[in-house]
C-alpha cells in the first residue's frame, strides 16, 4: 500500500511505453494491491478450513479464481468511477480516468476475467465457491459502487461486506460449505473496513470533496471521523476477541488477537487527541498488518490448536 500513500503526496509513477505499458494499464486496472489483500484472506480460511494446507490443485485454482474475480471487479470500478477517479490526486493516473484504455475495453476486459475466474472455480473447486465469489463481486459492483458510494457517508460501513467474502470463498472451495470459523473471518474484516479506509479517507478528505464524493470526513468533519474510527476499533476488537469464547478459536489466536487489538486501539485513541494526518497515516499502514497478523493467528490456532 505504500503506492497508495504515494499518490495521495501527489507522486506520480512513469508509465512504461509500448506494449509494455499497455500490460501495465491492464494489470493497474485490476488493482493489483486490492487483490494480494484478498487473497492472503482467502488463502487464510483454506488453510483454516483443512487444518494445514490443502491440496495443490485445490490451492492454486481458487487463488487464481480468486485473484481474476478480484481483478474483474476492480476494472468495472474503475470504469464506472472514471468520472471521480479523474478529479482525485490518488485516482488521476488510472488507465479509463486517464483514456489510455476506453471504457468499452475496459469492459470487455472486466467481464472475461470475471467469466474465466467463475469458470475456473466451479470447475476446479466448487460451485458453492463460484457462487459465492460471483456474489461478492456483484454486491462490490451493482450495490457498492453504482450506489452506496455516490449516495451515502455508510458506502464503506454497509459496502465493507464485498471484501468480507473471499474467506467463505476460501473455505467453502476446502469444504464444500460456509464454516463457522469463516464467518468470524468474515465478520472481523467487516468490521475493520471502516476504521481502515477512513483512515485513508482522512488524508485525502480535500480529494473526495473534490469529487464529489461523501466520505464520511468531507461530510461530517475530521472529528466526527476519528469518534468513529475509535467506535469501530472498539467494536472490532470486542467482537474479535468473543470468537474465543463463543469457541469458535481457542487461546493460540486470543493471545496475540488482544495484544494486535491492544495496539489498534491505543493507535485509533492516539488519532482521536492528537493531529489527524499523521496519525491517520499511521493508523491506516497499521490496519494493514493487524489483518495480515490476525489472519496468521486464526490459521495457527486452528493448524496446532
Not at 71 to 91: E, H, K, P, Q, Y
Not at 115 to 129: D, T
Not at 133 to 157: D, P, Q
Request: proline residues 6%.
Amino acid at each position: 500500500m505504500s503506492s497508495t500513500l504515494s499518490r495521495l503526496e501527489g507522486f506520480t509513477p512513469a508509465q512504461p511505453a509500448g506494449w509494455r505499458g499497455q500490460l501495465n494499464d491492464y494489470f493497474e486496472l485490476t488493482k493489483p494491491r486490492i487483490i494480494v489483500l484478498l487473497l492472503v484472506t482467502t488463502f487464510a480460511a483454506m488453510l483454516m478450513a483443512a487444518h494445514g494446507l490443502p491440496p495443490l490443485g485445490l490451492t492454486v485454482a481458487t487463488l487464481i479464481g480468486g485473484a481474476l474475480a478480484a481483478g474483474s471487479a476492480g476494472a468495472f470500478n474503475c470504469v464506472i468511477d472514471r468520472d471521480i477517479d479523474a478529479l482525485m490526486v490518488r485516482t488521476r493516473t488510472r488507465p479509463v480516468a486517464t483514456g489510455r484504455i476506453s471504457p468499452s475495453a475496459g469492459l470487455a476486459f472486466a467481464a472475461a476475467l470475471g467469466l474465466v475466474s467463475f469458470g475456473l472455480l466451479y470447475a476446479f473447486a466448487n460451485p458453492l465457491a463460484a457462487w459465492l465469489s460471483l456474489a461478492g463481486n456483484a454486491y462490490y459492483v451493482l450495490f457498492y459502487t453504482l450506489w452506496l458510494k455516490r449516495t451515502t457517508t455508510l458506502n464503506i460501513v454497509i459496502g465493507g461486506a464485498a471484501g468480507a467474502v473471499p474467506p467463505l470463498v476460501g473455505w467453502a472451495a476446502v469444504t464444500h460449505t460456509v464454516g463457522t470459523p469463516a464467518l468470524g473471518l468474515f465478520a472481523l474484516i467487516f468490521l475493520w473496513t471502516p476504521p481502515h479506509f477512513w483512515a485513508l479517507a482522512l488524508m485525502a478528505n480535500t480529494d473526495y470533496h473534490r469529487a464529489n464524493v461523501p466520505m464520511l470526513p468531507n461530510v461530517r468533519g475530521t472529528l466526527r471521523t476519528k469518534r468513529e474510527i475509535f467506535a469501530y476499533t472498539l467494536v472490532l476488537v470486542a467482537v474479535s476477541l468473543a470468537l474465543t469464547p463463543l469457541h469458535v478459536l481457542g487461546l493460540w489466536y486470543f493471545v496475540p488477537a488482544a495484544i494486535l487489538g491492544a495496539v489498534f486501539i491505543w493507535d485509533a485513541w492516539r488519532m482521536l487527541v492528537g493531529p489527524t494526518k499523521p496519525l491517520a497515516r499511521v493508523l491506516f499502514k497499521y490496519s494493514l498488518l493487524y489483518l495480515a497478523l490476525m489472519c496468521a493467528a486464526m490459521v495457527l490456532d486452528r493448524v496446532i490448536g
